[in-house]
Structure formats: structure tokens, C-alpha cells
């Protein structure tokens, strides 16, 4: 049965609830911003795990940006979707362009979050990598391989609310197990499953990972 989650605190502690047999891993949780953050930090401390995030950019289609066509994540990782690449009829060149352009927005907000702190250290160790909903995937698909090039020894997605059959290739192709609190056949806008989902503005990203550190869930060295 369809249910709505009261905003995205609620969602990352129902999460959080769902992962903490991963507590005994000593995991880190790294959340995508904006949205990803406020859930992330749930988890983050319920699980006594360091916070922090790891930036994505959806691509969108030059004559129509809010549809993605795929994202581009730190370190350079990268998914196009082929679909909607021919749907769109794009060339190779408007594909890099559009990403060259989001390349810069992300470096900004990388800057922005995390200063001169680097990712942490995740070899060998359990990754959780949240956001607040999965429809596409395009952009948990780029940020899985950003996080696979780090080499974890587990990569675990944790979303709220997922597609049941995007969430089942994700979990077949991209990371180790995707954990949700439930997955419908068809999302939509993720909105629709919050009743509060207002847009995360970059104090509130500031602020959480701020706390998470202030409280003891601080990134790996």
C-alpha cells in the first residue's frame, strides 16, 4: 500500500531502521546533495556512521533540461542513457557539451560542501550511498561508479522510496544491494511520496554536515 512519507527526517530514520544490521560494518554514508543529505544524516546517526556527500549533476536534454538523459559525478564518473541520447537525437558533441557545463557547476558545489576536505577513505570498508527517491536512476547510476572507482568492499544504495524495476537493475549492475522502504512499480516525481518536499537549499546541506561532524559522525580520514 502506497504510503507518504512526512518529509525526508522521517524517510532516513525508516531507513535507518532498515540498515542497522550494517552498524556493526562501521559503514559511511555518503548522501547526494541536495536532496540525499537531510536522509542521509538519519542514517548517518543512527548508525554512529561518518556523513558526507558526494556531488552529481543530472544531464538534461539541451531543449528540454528536466529531461536527464544521464549525470556525471565526481572523480569523472559518468552514465548516458542510450534512450534517451536517440529519443532526443543528440550527437557525442551535444552530450559533452551539456556535461562540460554541468562539470563546472559541480566542481562549484563541491567547493561549496566540502572546501579542501577530500572524500574519505572508503577502501575496503561498506558504503552507504543515499538519496531521497529513485526513478530514472541516471543519477545513482553515475555516483555508484564514482563510489566503485573508491574501492569499497560493500556498496549499498538506501532510498525511501524506489522503482521497482529500476531499482532492481541497479542492484544487478551497479552496486551490491539496493534498500528501500518501499518500491512501487512506478514512482513518477519523487515529491508525490512526501508530503513535505521542499527544495534543500544549500545552508540546510551546510548545516547537517556541520552537525554530523559537531556530533561525532565526521568523515573517515
Excluded: C
Aim: charged letters at 30%; zero cysteines.
Amino acid at each position: 500500500m502506497r504510503m507518504r512519507f512526512r518529509d525526508r527526517s522521517e524517510a532516513g530514520r525508516m531507513m535507518a531502521e532498515r540498515l542497522k544490521e550494517l552498524r556493526d560494518e562501521s559503514p559511511v554514508v555518503l548522501a547526494l546533495p541536495r536532496g540525499g543529505v537531510p536522509v542521509g544524516y538519519e542514517i548517518a546517526m543512527a548508525l554512529g556512521a561518518p556523513l558526507e556527500v558526494l556531488v552529481v549533476r543530472k544531464l538534461g536534454v539541451p531543449w528540454r533540461p528536466e529531461l536527464g538523459m544521464g549525470a556525471i559525478a565526481e572523480g569523472g564518473a559518468m552514465y548516458v542513457n542510450p534512450e534517451v541520447v536517440a529519443y532526443a537525437d543528440l550527437t557525442d558533441e551535444d552530450v559533452r557539451a551539456v556535461a562540460l557545463e554541468e562539470a563546472r557547476e559541480l566542481a562549484r558545489r563541491v567547493r561549496l560542501y566540502r572546501g579542501e576536505r577530500p572524500l574519505p577513505d572508503v577502501r575496503g570498508r561498506t558504503v552507504i550511498l543515499v538519496d531521497d527517491g529513485l526513478a530514472t536512476g541516471g543519477t545513482a547510476r553515475a555516483a555508484a561508479r564514482a563510489v566503485r572507482a573508491l574501492g569499497p568492499e560493500r556498496l549499498v544504495l538506501a532510498v525511501p522510496v524506489a522503482g521497482e524495476e529500476t531499482a532492481k537493475g541497479l542492484g544487478s549492475e551497479e552496486v551490491d544491494e539496493v534498500v528501500a522502504v518501499q518500491e512501487p512499480e512506478m514512482v513518477g516525481s519523487v515529491g508525490a511520496w512526501y508530503e513535505d518536499f521542499h527544495q534543500v537549499d544549500d545552508e540546510e546541506v551546510l548545516a547537517l554536515l556541520t552537525a554530523a561532524r559537531n556530533l561525532g559522525a565526521s568523515p573517515a580520514p
